[in-house]
């Protein structure tokens, strides 16, 4: 007899508010381990590597295990893919269970790529690989201030819906299930910060995975402040980027094209070698593209009075901690005061930034109680204004992607992946509008009424 399943806790409604963007956070051991070779190429049939080298001073033993008919262990592009499952991951709202649902276009979209075939079939094949390779790392996880040893595959459960022959394409729902080591780091918000727009921006997929391994040695969450220099032996060097061919030429011959590249971004001061043979080291001088680390305090500030993750974290890692709270203070007073802007996150990013002290700050008045709740009333209906004219100024693909991601937020294992990309297909077709989907799914969650509102839904299906 099949065991009766746990109906899955759904989560309360405040957070059902998704960010409007990424937030763009890297989980610290993957990235600083090198999980993924930066190559963007490997042997046919090479399914395994084992290396070891040292992390924050500590020697480490690193194992992975793949499937050579899936293109062996993870490598290339399967960098970009990595690190945009943990923003969608994160943008879904850090289930607990680390399932959340996303597109294979909104992934593409998210990592700069062309949304051909291509690079659907590339997808794909990222996909399987992340969850078909498994890894077994000895004393070499950081998690709860201690080092542990664990052995996961990065993609625990992958389902999507697929075209003909199994294909992805732009219709194609995907469900993930991120490893529980993962998704425990990221909760306990063992991360990093990174610039996954400058990333995306980088030319080469070499250039982009090393892009993303010398950060996570530049910033690390044991450290207070960023690193300015780095200093590595080059075979310990070729071991943390996997590169599968250990003759120092062939190393440097392997890295010298990101080198290159991160130089002329300016990420990259200079890169020197010193020494001979295998006893070389390579000396990064990191630039002035590589930038701070923002406060989180900051960060988290300004995205409470509205700006996006992208525009807080920008201004965070330009303006002290002090002197975001001291203009925020000073915005706040301006709007006491009366005036009413016309764009009022514009004005308080130019606040921000002011350098020639336009802005004075004007004396508080106390206004009367009345005055007060009719202003407030109407800030209220101006808030609601302001959101039905972000959901129309919102291209159609967005709205149904912030449908969508509601849908499996509130529904959870209640909703298959194909029920969901049938939900896709009604809402491209306009039979359901996406801003009246989620509105539904909030009242239904509310109520306790999510099964009425499914059975709803299932009657409009074809068949």
Known sequence: MARKRKQDATPPLFELELAKEPRHFDEANVARLGLISIQERIPEGYASWEEEFEVLGKPVKLACYANPNVGGVPHGLDNEVSLALIALYLNAGSPPD???TTTAYQILKLMGFDTSGYYYRALKESLLRLTTATYVLSEAWRADGRWQSVSFRYIDKLEFTSGKEGSLDRSSV?????????VRSLQNRYTKPIDIEFMASLKRPLSRAL????DAQRLSPEREEPLARLEVGLMEWAAACKIVHKRPDKVRRTLEPAHRELIERRYLRSVEYVGRGKNQTIVYVFGEEAGGIPDAEAVNLLMAEGLSFTSAYSLARRYSLGHIKERLERYRAILEAGYRPKNRLGLLVDVIRDETG???????TRRPAKRQAAQEEAEARRLEEEAAREWAEMPREAQIRRALQVAQLVLRSRISVGE???LSRLMESGALEPRRVVEELKEALAQDR???????FRKMLPG
């Open 98 to 100: 680390g399932t959340f």
């Open 420 to 422: 969901l990309e049938d």
């Open 174 to 182: 995907i469900r993930i299930t991120l490893a529980k080591e993962i």
């Open 211 to 214: 892009y993303r391994l010398l």
């Open 450 to 456: 999510l099964e009425g509102w499914l059975e709803r």
């Open 358 to 364: 336009k802005y004075e700050r004007p004396t508080r």
